[in-house]
């Protein structure tokens, strides 16, 4: 997969090459390229900003420098379909999106900052995105953000594929509980069932934990998940016993 990344703050994506998402480039499983749109900019001090028509605080980023800059993507291959705006008022990414993008040959993040985007911008993207309901300096660490998640989803990337599917969220439920050696510490053990070898009791409480701790922490992702009629009246017993 490759990636560019429009930003004026391009140090701020050396975090990329470290861990699981510096390994994929190694591989050259990802290919990330970080483009300075500044370098585009036809001033003569490379100013990429202006105060917006009709007054108002702060100060917008000017279309020139990042047209420009997709111009220049555009030459090098005319063939990508994803451009993601990162957008205080776009669409809330989450783990299906992450997804979503990762079946796709090239991604386009183009990273605001200042107090925002002159309207034109808007009409290079295909997809408005943000990670919450919070305003950030710029849309840097939300782009790394997203890149780190739909990386998962792309073969190779992670040492076993099926961790990406069995993250929370990725089938509507928080993840179960998990446990490793030693078998006892400080007088807390590791349940019993898991200890047993038996795959057919484990799968059933790791599902029902899944279950149990999105119930207790996210109930929202209850009303959305696909529940089978088991799952239901487990989770009638569990609101039986808090009450």
């Not at 480039?25 to 585009?40: G, P, S, T, V």
């Not at 776009?90 to 783990?95: L, M, V």
Request: proline share 5%; net charge negative; charged share 25%.
């Amino acid at each position: 997969m490759k990636i560019d990344i429009l930003t004026l703050f391009p140090k701020m994506f050396q975090a990329l090459d470290e861990s699981v998402l510096g390994k994929a480039q190694a591989k050259e499983l990802l290919n990330i390229n970080i483009c300075d749109f500044r370098q585009y900019s036809t001033d003569k001090h490379h100013h990429v900003d202006d105060t917006p028509y009709g007054g108002g605080a702060g100060m917008l980023l000017e279309p020139q420098p990042i047209y420009r800059a997709m111009d220049a993507i555009n030459k090098a291959d005319p063939n990508f379909k994803r451009v993601i705006l990162m957008d205080p008022a776009g669409q809330r990414f989450d783990q299906s999106i992450a997804q979503n993008l990762a079946q796709e040959q090239h991604l386009v993040f183009i990273c605001g900052h200042y107090e925002g985007f002159d309207a034109r911008i808007e009409k290079l993207a295909t997809d408005r995105l943000s990670i919450g309901d919070f305003v950030i300096t710029g849309g840097e660490m939300a782009a790394m953000i997203m890149i780190d998640a739909l990386a998962r989803f792309v073969p190779g990337v992670l040492g076993n594929q099926d961790s990406a599917y069995s993250d929370s969220f990725s089938a509507g439920l928080l993840e179960y509980p998990q446990y490793t050696r030693p078998a006892e510490y400080r007088g807390m053990k590791v349940p019993e069932v898991l200890l047993s070898g038996n795959h057919q009791k484990i799968a059933q409480w790791r599902h029902q934990e899944s279950l149990k701790k999105t119930y207790q922490f996210r109930p929202d992702l209850i009303k959305q998940a696909d529940l089978s009629t088991s799952d239901r009246q487990f989770l009638t017993d569990l609101q039986q016993d808090d009450n």
